[in-house]
Each structure stands twice: as structure tokens, then as C-alpha cells.
């Protein structure tokens, strides 16, 4: 770490804690050369996350974004604020855990299902009515049949 005051590159850290937030660290350093302390700050370097939509535009991901998708789809349905908070948590997570820094609007989408289909099945046909853009009842019956099939399938077990 470079000294504010004579420039000199090597310096020893004295003390080192905590922020009150917890969000940086803060580090007194003794310059080697000068011998005149300093404090710097270490912080977590983020990198946003960036959404590749469907016209290939890119923008930064919105967290409220997602939730406000997912409150839509369970308006007026048994699930809680805090059930859809938990899910988008679970979605941001598996997005920062897979390393890849641009992310499809597509992926995003289907990680969402796959959260309101666990949360409530309405739900989940809803925000997929809007997401996949039924063109026709045929595809949204199709969808709805896959759905028992796999409930079916699933209660057999």
C-alpha cells in the first residue's frame, strides 16, 4: 500500500478490524520508510450481475424487479412476503454461485418457476402465462397436463 505521505510501496499493518456494518475492514498501516501511520479501508469487490434480455439489450440485475414479477403472480394467494423473499433470495444465490457474470432473461425466468412451482401451482401458472406468452389455450393446457403429469408421477412415488 502506497504511503499518503513520502510514496514509499511497503508499509506493516498495526491493527485491523471491522467496520460497525461489517462491510469493510478497516487497516492502520506504519509506513517503512517514514514511519507515519495511515488507514485504509478493504472492501469486497462486486461485479453486477448483467441480464441478457430477449432483444439482446443488457442491463444490470434488478432484485425488485424479480419480486415485483413474483408478487404479481401471487396476488391474492396464501403465500407471504417473506416465502417470495426466501425464493428470490435462492435465485440471486444460485446466480452468483454459477461465476458467470451475464446471465439470460430466459434463465432467470425459469428459476422463478421452478421457485413458484415449490411456493403455490397458481402462482406458478400465472407468472408462466405471462413468461413463456401462452400464444394460444392449447399451449396453456399443455402446460397445465405437464404440470399433473409430473404431480401425478411425482405422488406415486
Not at 54 to 66: E, G, M, V
Not at 116 to 130: G, N, P, W
Amino acid at each position: 500500500m502506497k504511503c499518503p505521505y513520502c510514496g514509499e510501496l511497503e508499509s506493516k499493518v498495526i491493527d485491523s478490524r471491522p467496520t460497525e456494518d461489517g462491510e469493510k475492514i478497516r487497516r492502520r498501516r506504519e509506513c517503512l520508510g517514514c514511519s507515519k501511520r495511515f488507514t485504509t479501508y478493504e472492501i469486497v469487490e462486486t461485479v453486477p450481475l448483467m441480464v441478457i434480455k430477449k432483444d439482446r439489450s443488457r442491463q444490470a440485475f434488478d432484485r425488485q424487479k424479480l419480486l415485483g414479477g413474483m408478487l404479481r403472480a401471487c396476488e391474492k394467494r396464501p403465500v407471504s412476503y417473506q416465502m417470495l423473499e426466501t425464493a428470490v433470495d435462492n435465485i440471486e444465490q444460485t446466480l452468483l454461485n454459477s461465476y458467470e457474470r451475464e446471465i439470460t432473461s430466459m434463465h432467470i425466468g425459469e428459476l422463478a418457476m421452478a421457485e413458484l412451482k415449490k411456493i403455490d401451482e397458481v402462482a406458478y401458472v400465472r407468472f408462466a402465462s405471462v413468461y413463456r406468452q401462452f400464444g394460444d389455450l392449447n399451449t396453456f393446457m399443455d402446460e397445465l397436463k405437464d404440470m399433473l403429469s409430473s404431480r401425478s408421477q411425482h405422488a406415486e412415488k
